[in-house]
């Protein structure tokens, strides 16, 4: 799926490297309406860490 595809690239430009990133396969449907859903890994302290420094801040 390019979906997980482009989620991956950009994680990956990001720095951040998933354990696990798969389709959840009982939520995939080739109708748009319905799109399923990813599997993004349990991930370590060390992951979660590189996630919260890769995404923009919020704005107050």
């Known amino acids: 799926m390019s979906v997980l595809a482009d989620l991956q690239d950009a ?3 990001a720095g951040v490297t998933l354990p ?3 389709l959840h ?3 995939w ?3 748009d309406e319905s ?3 990813t599997k993004l890994s349990a991930c370590p302290f060390g992951t ?3 996630l919260t420094a890769a995404l923009p801040k919020g704005t107050s």
Request: zero cysteines; hydrophobic letters at 40%; aromatic letters at 6%.
């Open 11 to 13: 994680l990956r430009a």
């Open 20 to 22: 696990f990133l798969a």
């Open 25 to 27: 396969h009982s939520t």
């Open 29 to 31: 449907s080739s109708n």
């Open 35 to 37: 799109p399923g859903l």
């Open 48 to 50: 979660a860490r590189q």
